[in-house]
């Protein structure tokens, strides 16, 4: 059973930088395809950004390229998403998903592995 776990996220002003990590714990042998997404309140589950199992491939939707950069990290199937100058519609929970395909997907339904979620809130 493949299970993640996010940390970081929390409260920070406009322009400020935030953090959030997540690490998935599940086969010794595989390297997930791992994504961020994010969800504000009333809105649907939204594609932010995605790394490949080698980490030679990115891809970010579209208002955080430039912004924010999605890392694996020392772990085996960890992942790190930097966010800098943040904006007060970056506020959402954000959540790591995680696949096993070498395919990188954008849409949320082609993920089957899932964090809870952790929340980024940026004041004006």
């Known amino acids: 059973q493949v299970q993640l776990v996010e940390t970081g996220g929390g409260l920070v002003q406009a322009g400020d930088s935030l953090s959030v990590s997540c690490t998935a714990s599940?086969?010794?042998?595989?390297?997930?395809?791992m994504a961020w997404f994010r969800q504000a309140p009333g809105k649907e589950r939204d594609f932010v950004a995605a790394?490949?199992?080698?980490?030679?491939?990115?891809y970010y939707k579209d208002s955080v390229r430039g912004r924010f950069t999605i890392s694996r990290g020392n772990a085996k199937n960890a992942v790190i998403l930097q966010m800098n100058n943040l904006r007060p519609e970056d506020t959402a929970v954000y959540y790591c998903a995680a696949n096993d395909v070498a395919v990188i997907h954008r849409t949320a339904a082609a993920y089957p592995y899932w964090g809870k979620g952790t929340q980024v809130t940026v004041s004006s």
């Open positions: 599940g086969s010794t042998s595989t390297t997930y395809t």
């Open positions: 790394i490949g199992q080698s980490a030679d491939f990115t």
